[in-house]
Structures are given as structure tokens and as C-alpha cells.
């Protein structure tokens, strides 16, 4: 297998397995502010910020997983 095919198989891996622990994240961030806006339903506005912001912070995750990636297919790495 070429050098070229083997960066595009490593690019690959790096974002497949990049996105296993920010989408686990997603769905444990969303769990909780769910769970605890049924149980409080008047805390929703601060509970719904927070729960952006926890989203937005495990979703980083996956964007340096992109970044690595591409930096991998285009043999800067």
C-alpha cells in the first residue's frame, strides 16, 4: 500500500475515533440537562445554557479531531 493510502486510512481513523467520545459526551450532556429540567422545570432557562455550553465545549473535541485529520490526508503532519 502507498504512503498516500496508508495517510488517508490513518485520516480516517482519527476522525472515526474522534467522534466515539464527543457523541458518548453529546448524549450524557443532553441526558442531564433533560433529567434535571423534568425534575426543576423552572430552572430550564439556566439549565438550557448550561446545556449549549456543554455542547459546544464536547463538539471542540471533535473539531481538533477534524484538524489532526486533515492535517494527516495532506501530509503536513
Same mark, same amino acid.
Given at each position: ?17 474522534? /467522534?466515539?467520545?464527543?457523541? #458518548?459526551? %453529546?448524549?450524557?450532556v443532553?441526558?442531564?440537562? !433533560?433529567? $434535571?429540567? +423534568? ?8 439549565l ?7 455542547? /459546544?465545549?464536547?463538539?471542540? #473535541?471533535? %473539531? ?6 486533515? !492535517?494527516? $490526508?495532506? +501530509?503536513?503532519?
Amino acid at each position: 500500500m502507498s504512503d498516500e493510502g496508508l495517510r488517508l486510512i490513518a485520516a480516517a481513523l482519527a476522525v472515526g475515533l474522534g /467522534a466515539i467520545g464527543p457523541g #458518548v459526551g %453529546i448524549g450524557i450532556v443532553f441526558n442531564g440537562a !433533560l433529567t $434535571a429540567m +423534568g425534575r426543576n422545570p423552572e430552572a430550564e432557562g439556566t439549565l438550557r445554557t448550561y446545556m449549549f455550553l456543554g455542547f /459546544a465545549l464536547v463538539e471542540a #473535541v471533535f %473539531i481538533f479531531a477534524l484538524v489532526i485529520a486533515l !492535517l494527516i $490526508a495532506f +501530509g503536513i503532519v
